[in-house]
């Protein structure tokens, strides 16, 4: 086997068209058809099923396809063994987050860091819900809350909590709600996220319990920002991350109800075990998580007991 048969058949499953690997590659849709015919021949087995817009793996083609990873991981894995007395970042850096964060601090560390380390190009693949990041061939990806058990590295990047808010304006039409039951009862901006039950908000255990509700409004997406907007023109109540929130509260602009339900949603570094020993990957986990840190330090929300809103009262921040 050689390996760049092997890189050229992962990039074409995953893309599963000739015209993007095509693209992707430099090439022609028709050199990618040759070469993936010649790949066949010299295999003596068909590997993907071809229609007119899309390919897609046989049997066959899901074991090569599976090899294939497991091979260019331990070439990878070789390559940055050799090279680590070296220590130095480089090469291609693929990173998967969610938009919102991304905007908010991915993006802007990026580009410090290639300033710092030109020798690393930087690739965003930014999505609402988390990708496989084996299968997807990403190096690192940043994840909330506890990622579901896996053969991932995780680097806690900064602790955070989510807490339900809304606009002053919207309180003042409806009422600040007292109780999780009064909640349900209101307009919320749900946001379709991730792989859970995005109408149910859980909350962290409070007096040996961990009690839930399930919220519906005439407003949702899977665009953070976008909902958040809806918050602040005052459609709804919201259950969002305190470092997106913090500024907003502290301002005016948003109002904390019912401080004592709130989510546990650090934020975190997840990334292959292959990984461990990468520079890119470590010196860069430690770039961000020291902005981040930074900006955070700089814009806490930190709630009292003296700070749980009234029916007409609101929240403070110190």
Not at 64 to 91: C, H, K, W
């Amino acid at each position: 086997m050689r390996e760049s048969d092997l890189a050229f058949f992962v990039l074409l499953a995953r893309r599963e068209s000739f015209s993007d690997t095509a693209r992707d590659l430099g090439i022609s849709a028709s050199a990618v058809s040759r070469r993936l015919a010649r790949l066949e021949d010299r295999l003596g087995v068909r590997l993907m099923n071809r229609t007119t817009r899309r390919v897609s793996l046989t049997g066959e083609g899901e074991v090569y396809f599976s090899e294939a990873l497991r091979i260019m991981g331990d070439i990878a894995t070789l390559e940055q063994n050799l090279s680590q007395a070296r220590d130095v970042p480089s090469g291609m850096l693929r990173i998967n987050a969610t938009l919102g964060f991304s905007r908010a601090y991915l993006a802007p560390a990026a580009s410090a860091f290639k300033q710092e380390f030109p020798d690393v190009d930087v690739q965003l693949i930014l999505t609402d819900a988390p990708l496989n990041l084996v299968e997807e061939g990403i190096d690192l990806g940043i994840r909330f809350g506890t990622p579901a058990a896996s053969r991932m590295i995780m680097r806690l990047i900064q602790r955070n909590r989510r807490f339900m808010c809304a606009s002053p304006s919207y309180f003042r039409r409806h009422g600040i709600p007292q109780t999780l039951a009064e909640v349900q009862r209101h307009n919320c901006i749900v946001l379709r996220q991730d792989y859970d039950a995005y109408d149910i908000w859980r909350f962290d255990d409070v007096r040996s319990e961990a009690p839930s509700i399930k919220v519906g409004g005439g407003l949702s997406t899977n665009d953070g920002e976008i909902a958040l907007g809806w918050v602040l023109d005052g459609h709804g109540i919201m259950l969002r991350s305190e470092w997106d929130i913090s500024h907003h509260v502290r301002e005016g602009r948003l109002r904390v109800i019912l401080p004592q339900y709130r989510q546990t949603a650090n934020i975190a570094a997840v990334y292959p075990e292959r990984h461990n020993l990468s520079a890119k990957v470590r010196v860069f986990v430690d770039f961000l998580a020291a902005r981040v840190r930074k900006a955070n330090s700089r814009n806490p929300l930190q709630l009292t007991g003296a700070d749980i809103g009234t029916r007409t009262g609101s929240l403070r921040t110190r």
